[in-house]
Structure formats: structure tokens, C-alpha cells
């Protein structure tokens, strides 16, 4: 009789998959980005100084304070006095899974197991035929993909004929799981064939690196250009993203992720040096996918062609990422210019030209609703903005509350005129006054201060690299970072100097003393300041592009 106490490692290994350490351990101890790493003061002993480190690459932390150790596990088991299969049930929840119990259960989970052994099987077969066959090595070269790109996403090939399933005839048991598993089809006469024949394959992986599913592009001509496993019990094709075990390779927290449509793209990307980057596998980007993201990463890049499906899709995203806008988050759009994908851009450019395109050409979600608006509704007549204002509006209902929520309706109802006319029906009476001086205007950094020390919690929102053109957090605020509050006007003073330190402190207009209005202040002011960073690198660019044309050209009239 089996032991139903009994949790298999194999649903525990899942358990640890589907977790991210830093997560569970930023929700009862407030950590802080260092390099790769999160640090905190120990919850296991007391101490002044961080010593505590949570590695998210890992999936461990460690004290080196008084030598605490572990993973999720062991952290709920130490930190929340849970025994080791009430922590196991506690990680199930959130993860949306149910601790086995019963024999069926523990049943399905054996056949899970066995399901995965034989994608592994599968793989190694298509690894083996990718090596014997040199047409498809000549593709992949002819494609510029390397071998040691081949190798990190284990790339394979699937030849004409029946090769898998005449490679599993003596094991009838792993037949009929790749059966059930959609690599091996039966007609209805009986006659069983390979699913993927004359295809270069792309397996795809999940958290833990286990094979699910498999992508395959066929050699040549011939339709469907792309095929992808069936639906399965290993594989939900809009429930996985591909390259995403890959990327957690590099790092496991990036500060942004960019999504792009197809496996070569991925691919391609990887090999020149862009590893933060997942495909959807040719399907409408869904909510489980955008869950997924958003836990990998705070700020989502999706990728386009630029004709009119590219921007179908992006539309699609937009709608399925809104829900998931918490404050914090980050959502941009980049369209590569006509006849150009990820895959083609990258190889004829090159990184630096790609990443410029990220930094400097991309949409910011709330431009990209602006720019379908007018797409849709096109006009400046006053039906015409009654109607972008309704539809706008509508679209960002499912954000959640926040800054986030409020400084983008403000947007679509200054785009639409909407703001104008309700400033207009509130400025008071019409009767003349006497002409008041302009506004004082403070440098954006003096203004981000100002609020810094007035509402000391929205620092950590300053210390977000994804709010800093380049990532480039200034000094003085990690500084700040380090000193206890209350040496911040001190440490202020030394670094930004007391002239600029007093003005600071002495900013005083509407709203910024409340909280709420201080970080919608603080959430635009850092965005303007982001913009106008972006737009100067990118003259000093233009410049310095131009510079080097007239050199050439001069070189060139010389000879």
C-alpha cells in the first residue's frame, strides 16, 4: 500500500519551479537590489548592516552573518515555524497547485514522469539526427546560427520518414506516451507517423529546464512554415513562453524582458547578446503569459513587424498587460521598420543598434493607446474626440488603481480635450485680477529630492533602475539608500550641496504634502526626466553620426 503522506520529489522539484524565492521572501522581509543579488538585514538574528543575500539565479539565500542557508522551503519552514509539508502546502497554494492525497494523484504525477522521461528521449533523437544530417547543419549555418547557440537551446532536427517512431518500437510503453503527447500521430485506420518530419526543432522547456513541447520550421518550402506540439498534459501553448528557461539563465531577475513572435528570433537575439528575450510561440499573447512576465520581470518590451498584424498583435498585448499594470510595472512597444524581424535587424545591425531601438524608439503603452485612438477614430471634431475619450477610457477601466491609472486617464483626457474643457468650467470667476508672476520651476532632481524627503517611503520607487534612462540611478540617491532617515538631510546636504538641499525643502505647492499626489508628482517628473535624457542621447547620437558622415564625405571629395 502506498504511503500518502508521502510527497514525491518530483512535485516538490515543480513546487520549487513555480516559486520565485525573492518574492516570497520580499513579502514579510523588505529586500534590496544589489548587483544580481537582493539584500536584507537577517530575519534570523539581529544586526545593523546586511548580511543577508537572496541569489534569484540560485533560488537560495544566505547569511553571512550567522550562516542561515536555504531555499523557499526551508525559509517558510525557519521563518514562519511551519513543518516541512505545511511548507510544501504553502507553496502548492500559491503556486495554484494541490498537494497530492489520494492514489490518483500520486498516480498522475508518476505518469507526468514518465511523459517527461519520454520528451527527453524524443529530444536526444532529434539532437542526434540534427548531427547526421548535413542539410540541416547547413541551414542553421546559412541562418547564422552557431553551434554553440545550437547547443544552449538544444536545437534538433527532424528528418522525412518515421525515424521516432521506429526508434521507440521496442518500447511500446514510451510509444504510446508520445502518442498521448501528440510526436507520434494515429490515423483513424491505425497507421501511426511522426508528427515532425524535414523540420529544424526547437524544444521547449519549462521553469526547471524539463522538455514539454516541441517547435518545429520546416527545411525549405512548404506549409505550415511552423508547427508546434499539441495541447498535452506537459504542454498549454498559452501557458509557457519559449526561451524563457534560457534567459533565467543569464539572470533570473532582468530589469526588463522583450518579447518578441518567432523561435529564430529568440535565437538569434541570444547569440548576439541579448538573452533577456521569450517568444510567444505564434499565439495572442494571454494573461497567464503576462502573469508570467511580470514575475520575471517589472518592466515587459513586446516586439513587432510593424505592417498591420504586428500591430493587431501589439493591440492584443496591450488589452491582455493592462490588468497586470500595478504600479511599479512598465509596458513599451517597439515596431521594426518594414521587412525587418528581430532575427534579420539584429544580424544586419547589430546589438548596440538594437538596444537603441529599445531605448529610444519604443511606445510607452499610454502613446501607443493615444496612437490607436486617433488610428481609430480619426479627426479633431468635437464627435470625433467624444468618441476617443469614451474609448480610451473604457480600455484602461481594467488597470488597477493607482498612479499608474490616474496620470494615464489624465492623458487620454488632455489628448482628447476632455481636461482643457473641465479647467476651463472650473477656473472661478471671470472677473479681472492682477497678473501673477510665472510659476518657480525647480530642476526635476531638486523636485524628486524635495519629494524624497517629505514622503521618505517613495525612495525605493526612485531607486527602480527601470525609471532611469540607461538604468543609471543618481549617486546622491543611493546614498540616501544607505544613511538612516535621519541623517537624510545631512547626507543631502553633502552631496547636492545646502543651497539646493534648502530649496528642496522649501518647495511647497499643491498636493505635494499628500502622499497619493506626491507620487502621482513623483511618478511624472521622473518619466519627463527620463524622456528628456533619452532625447539628448539620441541628438548627441544624431550628431555624432552626422559628424562622421562629413568626415567621410571629405575623405572621399579629398581622394
Known amino acids: 500500500m502506498r504511503d500518502m503522506s508521502f510527497i514525491p520529489e518530483s512535485f516538490i522539484d515543480d513546487v520549487l519551479a513555480r516559486t520565485d524565492l525573492v518574492e516570497l521572501i520580499n513579502a514579510q522581509v523588505p529586500l534590496k537590489k ?3 543579488e537582493y539584500a536584507a538585514c537577517c530575519p534570523f538574528h539581529q544586526e545593523k548592516t546586511p548580511s543577508f543575500y537572496v541569489n534569484p539565479d540560485k533560488q537560495f539565500y544566505h547569511c ?3 550562516g542561515a542557508h536555504g531555499n523557499a522551503v526551508s525559509f517558510l519552514m525557519d521563518y514562519e515555524h511551519r513543518d516541512f ?4 502546502e504553502e507553496l502548492a497554494i500559491r503556486a495554484g497547485m494541490t498537494l497530492p492525497v489520494s492514489e490518483v494523484d500520486h498516480k498522475a504525477l508518476e505518469e507526468q514522469a514518465a511523459m517527461l522521461d519520454s520528451m527527453s528521449f524524443a529530444n536526444t533523437h ?8 548535413q542539410e540541416a547543419i547547413d541551414y542553421l549555418k546559412q541562418r547564422g546560427v552557431n553551434g554553440e547557440t545550437a547547443a544552449l537551446f538544444q536545437l534538433g532536427f527532424a528528418p522525412n520518414g518515421n525515424l521516432l517512431l521506429a526508434h521507440c518500437e521496442s518500447q511500446p510503453k514510451m510509444r504510446d506516451e508520445l502518442l498521448e503527447l501528440g510526436l507520434i500521430v494515429q490515423k483513424d485506420d491505425g497507421e501511426q507517423y511522426d508528427r515532425f518530419r524535414r523540420r529544424i526543432m526547437f524544444p ?6 524539463q522538455i514539454i513541447g516541441f517547435g518545429g520550421r520546416i527545411l525549405g518550402a512548404g506549409e505550415p512554415k511552423y508547427l508546434n506540439s499539441p495541447e498535452s498534459r506537459l504542454f498549454h501553448k498559452g501557458q509557457n513562453l519559449y526561451g524563457l528557461y534560457e534567459a533565467r539563465l543569464e539572470d533570473a531577475r532582468p530589469a526588463r524582458v522583450i518579447i518578441v513572435e518567432g523561435y529564430m528570433d529568440v535565437v538569434m537575439l541570444a547569440q548576439h547578446g541579448v538573452r533577456n528575450v521569450v517568444a510567444t510561440m505564434g499565439t495572442a499573447t494571454t494573461d497567464e503569459q503576462i502573469q508570467s512576465l511580470y514575475r520575471f520581470s517589472p518592466s515587459l518590451v513586446f516586439c513587432f513587424d510593424g505592417d498591420a498584424a504586428g500591430r493587431r498583435a501589439a493591440t492584443k498585448a496591450l488589452h491582455a498587460a493592462l490588468p497586470h499594470l500595478t504600479d511599479g510595472r512598465d509596458l513599451r512597444f517597439l515596431f521594426l521598420p518594414d521587412g525587418e524581424d528581430p532575427d534579420s535587424f539584429i544580424q544586419a545591425k547589430g546589438k548596440p543598434a538594437f538596444i537603441e531601438l529599445i531605448e529610444h524608439h519604443s511606445l510607452s503603452f499610454d502613446n501607443f493607446i493615444l496612437q490607436l485612438l486617433d488610428q481609430m477614430e480619426p479627426g479633431q471634431d468635437t464627435a470625433a474626440m467624444a468618441k476617443k475619450s469614451k474609448l480610451g477610457n473604457d480600455w484602461i477601466r481594467t488597470l488597477p488603481d493607482g498612479a499608474l491609472k490616474r496620470i494615464t486617464q489624465r492623458r487620454i483626457n488632455e489628448h482628447t480635450g476632455v481636461w482643457r474643457a473641465a479647467y476651463k468650467k472650473n477656473t472661478g470667476p471671470t472677473e479681472p485680477t492682477l ?4 510659476p518657480q520651476s525647480y530642476a526635476k532632481q531638486t523636485l524628486i529630492l524635495s519629494i524624497v524627503l517629505k514622503h521618505p517611503d517613495l525612495l525605493q520607487r526612485v531607486l527602480a533602475p527601470e525609471v532611469w534612462f540607461n538604468a543609471r540611478i543618481p549617486e546622491g540617491f543611493r546614498l540616501l539608500a544607505s544613511q538612516p532617515r535621519t541623517q537624510w538631510v545631512q547626507s543631502a546636504t553633502e552631496f547636492w550641496g545646502a543651497e539646493e538641499t534648502k530649496t528642496a525643502l522649501a518647495i511647497e505647492f499643491q498636493g505635494i504634502e499628500t502622499s497619493e499626489t506626491a507620487q502621482d508628482i513623483l511618478h511624472d517628473t521622473l518619466i519627463q526626466l527620463h524622456r528628456s535624457e533619452a532625447d539628448a542621447a539620441s541628438k548627441q547620437a544624431s550628431r555624432q553620426a552626422l559628424a562622421r558622415f562629413m568626415a567621410e564625405q571629405g575623405k572621399n571629395h579629398k581622394s
Open 64 to 66: 553571512f552573518g550567522c
Open 34 to 36: 544589489k548587483g544580481k
Open 85 to 88: 509539508r505545511g511548507a510544501i
Open 204 to 209: 521547449i522547456r519549462d521553469k526547471r529546464g
Open 435 to 438: 497678473p501673477r508672476s510665472k
Open 126 to 133: 532529434f539532437k542526434r539526427q540534427l548531427r547526421a544530417h
